[in-house]
């Protein structure tokens, strides 16, 4: 009797270590690091979205290279301001490449994909059916706009943003870019039936993150089970907005989108990027397209800011307005009667930021050529050079809106220079492009971002 308890022991303990051996070796298999490519938007191009669309199929170039297990896209795959002849053409354009991936791949709905023409909270829903009529005949874990599939152990889920159309979590109305009751009772049982899985991301299109009021009680859910990531596109930049309650917030840029004339470490590059789910952590690598640099991964505030400036330079559209210049017997004048020197005047630009911002002029204008050249100092502090301390000409300034301080009273300009043919022969209309070069620097980093200010010389009357 006592041999055959030390015989039943000695079975016991080699089966729990078998057991043992079994379920490390599998949890090791299941928790191996698992890599996912995602990709960023494709709309706002500047001539045709089939511009945009080669840029995508450079990146699908890259990710096969890379052995990722699953693809996902964060969104605006098309224009859906197109007729709907021109919206299935791109449709099966843009798809074609994306089913060149070497695995599958899958998309959050973004605004570009359903909208109507521009009416915030529009009720006009037959872009949105088309759209989800396409893209469920190419993906089978489509269940809807919203949705949920599952990669080596991890669990993905698509949010959909856009269940009030035309909104937008920075310039529009802010209040109404949350998802709705019927998507958040979904997407608590759909995590609650995936407890068990090594993780949860969370991709989709718009960051709603920046509506907080909306998002709070969607990051109390998310804490709650094991969300590891969330990550969206949208904005076509690269911002990090860090890790809260061991949730990675990541926004990713645009993978042939337009993108901002700036550094290439602050969204001036397309890119795709490379997720990887390692122990409960995701890490992000950016690779440009198509040459493949890595890309740095902007922190929140620094986009902030670079997207404040770019709200700035978007005043420049007044500056034709604000210098007129005509031509006459081969000389610049600045008034219709051929009276007034052809003088040049750069002033709808401010400092909305909290740090010191440097502005730099430059002409781009082969028939022309500036002379005396000089900053303002009673705003830019010298002649040669330009720096306008934090704050300085803005009576307002976030993330959607910049207002300067010129209400009541006019603002001076911060540069000028006189203007004048290089060759007397050379006839209107004459494009006159002044580059516009706004940079700050953070923590060592020195960023950066353009935009141009235009005229045109035409025929003295």
């Known amino acids: 009797m006592q041999h055959y308890r030390r015989y039943i022991h000695l079975s016991a303990v080699l089966q729990a270590l078998c057991f043992g051996a079994f379920f490390h070796g599998s949890l090791a298999q299941a928790q191996a690091p698992v890599r996912v490519g995602i990709i960023g938007d494709q709309t706002l191009v500047a001539t045709n979205v089939s511009d945009a669309y080669e840029i995508l199929k ?144 969370v991709f989709m299109h718009q960051p709603l993150w920046y509506n907080w009021t909306g998002w709070s009680h969607i990051h109390e859910l998310l804490k709650s089970y094991r969300v590891i990531a969330v990550v969206a596109g949208h904005f076509h930049y690269p911002q990090d907005s860090g890790t809260l309650d061991g949730i990675r917030y990541i926004t990713i840029g645009a993978t042939g989108g337009k993108i901002k004339d700036s550094d290439p470490k602050s969204g001036g590059l397309p890119h795709i990027t490379v997720m990887t789910l390692d122990r409960g952590k995701a890490m992000f690598n950016l690779l440009s397209v198509p040459d493949e640099k890595t890309v740095a991964l902007t922190p929140h505030e620094d986009m902030d800011r670079i997207q404040a400036l770019d709200l700035v330079l978007g005043g420049l559209y007044s500056f034709k307005d604000d210098n007129y210049l005509c031509a006459k017997d081969g000389r610049l004048y600045g008034d219709t009667a051929a009276t007034k020197s052809p003088t040049l005047q750069l002033i709808p630009i401010g400092n909305p930021i909290d740090v010191p911002l440097d502005m730099s002029v430059t002409l781009d204008a082969p028939a022309l050529q500036l002379q005396d050249n000089q900053y303002m100092p009673d705003g830019c502090g010298a002649t040669d050079h330009c720096t306008l301390p934090a704050g300085a000409r803005i009576e307002s300034s976030n993330n959607s809106s910049i207002v300067l301080n010129n209400r009541f009273t006019p603002l001076p300009p911060l540069w000028q220079a006189t203007i004048k043919m290089r060759d007397s022969s050379t006839q209107p209309p004459i494009d006159v492009n002044l580059e516009v070069k706004l940079s700050f620097q953070t923590k060592g980093t020195i960023r950066w971002i353009k935009g141009n200010a235009k005229a045109t010389v035409v025929a003295c009357q």
């Open 58 to 201: 450079a990146g699908v170039t890259i990710l096969n290279k890379l052995s990722v297990a699953t693809v996902l896209h964060t969104g605006d795959l098309i224009e859906s301001s197109y007729t709907e002849s021109e919206i299935r053409k791109n449709f099966q354009q843009a798809t074609d490449i994306l089913s060149g991936l070497k695995t599958k791949w899958h998309m959050a709905v973004g605004d570009h994909d359903v909208s109507p023409p521009y009416a915030p909270n529009s009720s006009d829903r037959s872009k949105e059916s088309l759209f989800l009529k396409l893209y469920q005949e190419k993906d089978t874990a489509a269940s809807g706009l919203y949705y949920s599939f599952d990669v080596q152990g991890y669990h993905f889920v698509s949010i959909y943003t856009e269940e009030q159309l035309d909104t937008d979590p920075r310039w529009g109305d802010v209040f109404l870019a949350q998802i709705s009751d019927p998507q958040y009772k979904w997407l608590k049982a759909d995590l609650e039936s995936h407890r068990q899985s090594n993780g949860v991301v």
